[in-house]
């Protein structure tokens, strides 16, 4: 397994589609992502375009869909949700699909949604992805940052360190692998593990200090920012079923 690290959709190379690829967007959408098929959505279908989003849900059953959108970090008009995590609980989102489309992380997805295995990722489901990727062993596998409208972000690169973090050390442990040396596929992605490595025990201190954690506490998001920072609450891998629409799998699934 060589795992590649890519900092924004912008940086993803017109390669081959990789067997498994994963889009992290930490604050928020891959974090909501996760959170409503936690709490039991049906499924969560991304969108880059607004219009797309309102053309695809006008044709769903009112009482079964939900819209979230946002835009700069603030809630679109005609969508019944933004993008925080935690306006998706069980009573809102259960048995209901969940429209999305966001600034940066759905665009992400539709870049990546040709490889074989698309996967979300955040650091509330980290160890369920973790899981699934030792359980699946796919041959190569891009991380892929939302980043900001094509720039770095803190949170992601983060998330994908703590990922490739984890993964190191249970292959060193089972000893059917050397670490990280043995499934490093760039620098950025050894950067990355140094980057968890000295943030691991203050993630939230990270949140703050990242420049969309800076614009989410100009919005007041203080509690999504908590929630985000959270580590391996949610046993769940959000996986795409379809283009666009993911479903909740398990991580020995
Ligand atoms: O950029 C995105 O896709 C969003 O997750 C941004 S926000 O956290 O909802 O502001």
Known sequence: MKLYLFH?????????APDCAIAVDVLRA???IATALHNGAEAVQAFSSV???MQVSDAWPAEQRIRAGERGGSKLEGCDLGNSPLDCTAEYVGGKRLFITTTNGTRCLERIQSAV???TAALVNRRAVVQHLL?????TVWIVGSGWEGTYSLEDTVCGGAIAYSIANQLRESSDAHGLGAIAGNDEL???VSLYEQWRDRLL???YLASHGKRLVRLECFDDLKFCAQTDTLDLVPIQKEPGVLVKSYSNA
Do not use: G, N
């Not at 359980?135 to 041959?139: D, I, K, N």
């Open 51 to 53: 219009d797309q989003l």
């Open 205 to 207: 201190d990270l949140m």
């Open 8 to 16: 924004t959709p912008e940086q993803v190379p017109d390669a081959p």
């Open 30 to 32: 891959t974090t909501t």
């Open 190 to 192: 050894v950067a990355a």
């Open 117 to 119: 295995t698309v996967l």
């Open 135 to 139: 359980h699946t062993r796919p041959e």
